[in-house]
């Protein structure tokens, strides 16, 4: 039974890192324009080297 | 270069002119500029425009939002958006500037982020609960069990406090109007849930329904972020369209010097300049300088009108060829423009009066589940005497009831047809629009501008000669109206080159005129070179003494607009076509496009009563129309379309605008709003015969928590797969 005290406060932890960084992602516009960065993903202009 | 004339401080830059302009650019002196970008569609589309804006001088960054269709653009100061429009063009995309300040209102969505926020939170207490109750159903027993039980109460009490708002909420405002709607059941239910869990939990009994709960929550939210995000994407793209006509005027101060200033700023009394093409921005009277107005939009007439000194304009005019000076009589709200957009909101308060298909539903639903928790409830006390037993499966018929499948059901649906007409162009702004468009079965048409494309060609005929269009055509070269344009498009299209002519000079108001080999020839009105006026848009020429040739012009149908009709027809629909335009004009288009109903020279208030009288024949109208003599009539009809191209008013008055060109989705739109109601009606159905199956289990008392929970995303699923359909 011991292995509930691992199991439970992991998984909600870790359910919760999942769940902070999706609100990170909402209050950084990530979900502006899906269609966009869906079609991005074809283009190769910063494979190389990020958007300065 | 200003950089040459400016004294610089910096003896460098002097010597250096390209130094100065390169810390120029990098002073913190952005502007943001939007632009609307129609016809992009794909990973090419963001690349080409990206990579072309950021080389042009001045461009700091440039993002394309694809999912808006839109660019901005953070620029220096002295980047204009009449010339990052024009580069747009250059690399073959069609562009228009955006009002920032217009735009910026709705860059972020706040509903929708907190919305999706209580999703997310929802969603993950959901999975959490749900984890700890596979547990207990798998057979966890006494103090296991019952920590399960605490723990999923830790999870689910902050989520339900936090999540639940919006039900609550809403709940809460309508009980305090002493109205019932779907949130009421939906928070009684919750409540319900976790309460008598709470207590369960605390006496260790056997079942909680804490992952009900969440899970309803979530399965909710969903429902209510999705119905957000349809309305949203068609509110943004609607204030975009607003955010299209940047409106600004040319005011003429005291001292004489022309200043740009927002339409706001002006007040009654003020001069205002109105340059060749511009849309005249208030009501007036013509000071100085004589044009010709055309006002297509406002009375669908297609012929220009002269005006001259002492003449009345109003607002929402297009001057076509001279400048106007204007002394405002009405500005802002009192313009005869706005008095008509008023007449909008009376009938937006008329549309409000249709109840929608889901608050019909709630209207049957919320009362019925409520009598049957309390029959349950009277019914187990009186059979147990025992008030835990009863509340228990009270709860429990409320938490299977509770309309999962129902607050899915329209939202879903709407979200898949709305999406799939915007693919097609054809924006939805009002929330009912669509299942009013599915009910209609007869079609009224504008002409100009919408049958039309409001923009003249030049017939060909054998009144005039190629030597004639060469002649017209070396005329219209210098001047800007529609019809000068039209003829030059015209000798382009048949391979006829201008004559060679001399001391051209456009007479605003009349025509152009100039020399060939010291003979005087004229282009224009035909009071301006003796000839007889007709009832068509035309334009004469005269060389010398010789008798006046006519150049004749005809609307071209829009893209599809046969097809329409015809579809329509075939389709059972009944179509009329409804103009403001002489009876000649009018007649030949209605052959043209095959419409044999149709009514000619007609005022708004026409319009409006013979759209009346067919409804009260018992039709369901679809007006389709652009003009501000068509606002009243779209406001009175069923269910109304407007292009794009549209005045503001009338693509306020009406509930779907159409975006591109063509005129061809409208017939398709019927079919699938049509589609989108079956739909809607089959959720519903779904939902009743889930219901007639799972409460008599809840009523019994069979109702485990393990029940409930496969029931409700059983109902959830299938109603969201169902509205997948119509993809």
Not at chain 2, 20 to 41: K, N
Not at chain 2, 97 to 116: H, I, M, Q
Not at chain 2, 283 to 310: A, C, I, K
Not at chain 2, 453 to 463: I, K, Q
């Amino acid at each position: 039974m011991n292995i509930l005290a691992y199991l439970i406060p992991i998984s909600l932890v870790l359910g919760g890192v999942g769940l902070v960084g999706f609100i990170y992602t909402v209050r950084s516009n990530q979900y502006d324009d899906p269609e966009g960065d869906a079609e991005r993903i074809l283009s190769d202009e910063w494979d190389d080297h990020p958007k300065p | 270069m200003t950089v040459a004339l400016r004294p610089s401080a910096c003896p460098a830059c002097t010597a250096a002119p390209a130094a100065e302009a390169a810390a120029e650019r990098d002073a913190p002196r952005d502007a943001q500029i939007f632009l609307s970008l129609p016809t992009i569609h794909c990973a090419a589309c963001i690349a080409r425009i990206e990579r072309g804006l950021s080389e042009h001088p001045g461009v700091r960054a440039a993002r394309v939002n694809l999912t808006r269709k839109r660019a901005s653009v953070t620029a220096a100061d002295d980047v204009s958006a009449a010339q990052l429009v024009a580069a747009v063009e250059a690399m073959g995309y069609e562009a228009h500037e955006l009002d920032a300040s217009s735009l910026r209102a709705t860059e972020t969505d706040r509903a929708g982020r907190d919305l999706l926020m209580r999703m997310a939170v929802a969603g993950f207490a959901s999975m959490n609960v749900m984890l700890l109750s596979v547990s207990v159903w798998s057979g966890a027993e006494d103090a296991t069990r019952d920590l399960f039980h605490w723990i999923s109460a830790a999870i689910a009490l902050p989520t339900i406090a936090f999540s639940g708002q919006p039900f609550f909420r809403n709940a809460w405002s309508a009980l305090k109007a002493k109205r019932l709607n779907m949130d009421v059941p939906i928070s009684l239910a919750i409540l319900l849930a976790v309460v008598t869990s709470l207590w369960e939990t605390a006496l260790s009994g056997e079942h909680a329904y804490f992952d009900a709960a969440v899970a309803l929550t979530f399965f909710l939210l969903a429902g209510r972020y999705l119905d957000h995000r349809t309305r949203a994407v068609a509110r943004s793209a609607a204030e975009e369209l607003t955010a299209l006509e940047v409106p600004r005027a040319w005011r003429i101060g005291a001292d004489g010097v022309e200043r740009e200033v927002d339409v706001a700023e002006l007040v009654e009394g003020d001069l205002i300049r109105v340059r060749p093409g511009a849309r005249c921005p208030v009501d007036g009277e013509v000071v100085e300088g004589t044009s010709e107005m055309d006002r297509s939009l406002l009375t669908g007439e297609t012929l220009p009108v002269f005006s001259g000194p002492g003449q009345p304009v109003s607002a929402g005019e297009i001057n076509l060829s001279g400048p106007l000076v204007i002394r405002a009589t009405a500005v802002g709200t009192d313009t005869s423009l706005h008095r008509l957009a008023d007449l909008v909101a009376v009938a937006e308060a008329g549309r409000a009066r249709y109840t929608s298909l889901a608050d019909r539903a709630a209207k049957l639903y919320a009362p019925g589940v409520h009598i049957l928790a309390a029959l349950a409830f009277a019914g187990w006390y009186l059979a147990t005497w025992d008030v835990r037993t009863a509340l228990n499966i009270a709860a429990a018929v409320l938490i299977i009831t509770c309309p999962c499948a129902l607050g899915l059901a329209v939202p879903a649906v709407t979200t898949a047809a709305s999406g799939r007409l915007f693919r097609q162009g054809m924006l939805i702004k009002h929330e009912t629009a669509l299942e009013r468009l599915a009910e209609v079965d007869c079609v009224v048409f504008d002409k100009t501008g919408t049958l039309t494309e409001g923009d003249p060609r030049l017939v060909a005929n054998d009144e005039f000669d190629a030597d004639d269009l060469a002649r017209a055509a070396a005329l219209a070269e210098g001047s800007s109206h529609p019809l000068a344009r039209a003829v030059l498009r015209a000798a382009r299209d048949a391979g006829v080159a201008p004559a060679k002519i001399e001391n051209v000079e456009e007479v605003p108001g009349y025509g152009i005129r100039g020399q060939i080999g010291g003979e005087e020839i004229r282009l224009g009105r035909a009071a301006w070179v003796d000839a007889e006026t007709g009832a068509s848009t035309e334009t004469w020429l005269r060389v010398g003494r010789r008798d006046a040739v006519r150049f004749a012009f005809e609307d071209r149908l829009r893209e599809g607009a046969s097809d329409t009709v015809a579809a329509l027809r075939g389709a059972g629909h009944r179509v009329l076509l409804i103009s403001g335009d002489t009876e000649r004009a009018v007649a030949s288009l209605a052959a043209r496009v095959g419409i044999d109903e149709w009514l000619a020279e007609t005022r708004p208030e026409d319009k409006v009563a013979r759209i009346e009288a067919l409804t009260a024949e018992g039709a369901h109208v679809l007006m389709v129309g652009d003009g501000l003599n068509d606002t009243a009539a779209l406001a009175a009809a069923h269910v109304s379309i407007s292009p794009a191209s549209a005045l503001d008013a009338a693509r306020a008055a009406s509930d779907i605008v159409l975006l591109g060109r063509n005129l061809s989705p409208v017939a398709g739109s019927l079919d699938l709003a049509r589609k989108a109601t079956r739909r809607i009606t089959e959720n519903f159905r779904i939902a009743t015969i889930y219901n007639i199956v799972a409460v008599p289990l809840a009523v019994a008392g069979l109702a485990t928590p393990l029940v409930a929970a496969l029931a409700m995303s059983t109902s959830s699923i299938t109603v969201s797969l169902n509205a997948l359909r119509l993809r």
